[in-house]
């Protein structure tokens, strides 16, 4: 089956610096969405990239869906400490919008 | 407006028995999808329903069965339950491609 790689798998961060994560498929997908999910709580949806190419904002996140379709990064420039937590790429083929494949997630912590 | 709401937010059960979750998706959203997703891990699509309909499955074995009813709510079914069936159960909404999720059931069987 289709399966998304998700890197990197954890990395700490200290406030002020940029982050970068990314995610990469065997498998071409026609929607990708960055989550993020907080302990105890659902994903929630962050940035979603509808067509090849597209590069979208959201704040201090930004996000590009890949010239192949088969990749996706999202970056947060000037971290601060409420980006703690997992983020989630997800990506999904055809209409089927609801049924997504989710990478293994990018844990954010801060450094010590 | 209130967001997609799941019950109950938490469960214990015993091996081989069943268990019933609930999902009310967010008003005017007539699609649901369920999802599992075991600790240190990304969500695993179950079931999607969309009019009532079963419109996609996933690699998931019988035991699980879902339902969507008139007013687009749904329930989950998880029969003779594993130990490894103890997850967070994720209900999911959306009226287009970028689905709403609830803060889900934790289900713990032991």
């Known amino acids: 089956g289709q399966q998304l790689n998700q890197s990197p798998q954890s990395m700490f961060i200290q406030e002020g610096e940029d982050v970068s994560m990314n995610c990469t498929s065997s498998?071409?997908?026609?929607?990708w969405l960055w989550y993020k999910q907080d302990p105890g709580e659902g994903p929630v949806l962050l940035i979603a990239?509808?067509?090849?190419?597209e590069l979208t904002s959201n704040g201090r996140l930004t996000a590009q869906f890949g010239i192949t379709r088969k990749d996706s990064f999202l970056n947060i420039s000037a971290s601060i400490p409420s980006d703690v937590g997992i983020y989630f790429c997800?990506?999904?083929?055809?209409?089927?919008?609801?049924?997504?494949?989710f990478g293994g997630g990018t844990r954010l912590m801060v450094k010590p | 407006d209130a967001g997609v709401t799941q019950s109950p937010t938490h469960l214990i059960k015993t091996r081989g028995q069943q268990v019933t979750l609930r999902c009310s998706p967010i008003?005017?959203?007539?699609?649901v999808s369920w999802y599992q997703q075991v600790l240190g891990q990304g969500p695993q699509f179950i079931f999607q329903?969309?009019?009532?309909?079963?419109?996609g499955r996933g690699n998931f074995p019988d035991r699980f069965s879902a339902r969507q009813f008139p007013n687009y709510s749904s329930e989950l079914n998880v029969n003779a339950l594993l130990l490894g069936d103890s997850a967070l159960y994720l209900c999911?909404?959306?009226?287009?491609?970028?689905?709403?999720f609830g803060s889900g059931t934790r289900l713990t069987v032991v």
């Open positions: 329903y969309y009019e009532k309909e079963e419109r």
């Open positions: 990239l509808y067509k090849a190419g």
């Open positions: 999911a909404s959306s009226w287009g491609t970028s689905p709403t």
């Open positions: 008003s005017g959203h007539k699609s």
């Open positions: 498998s071409i997908f026609n929607t």
């Open positions: 997800a990506g999904s083929v055809g209409n089927a919008g609801n049924m997504l494949t």
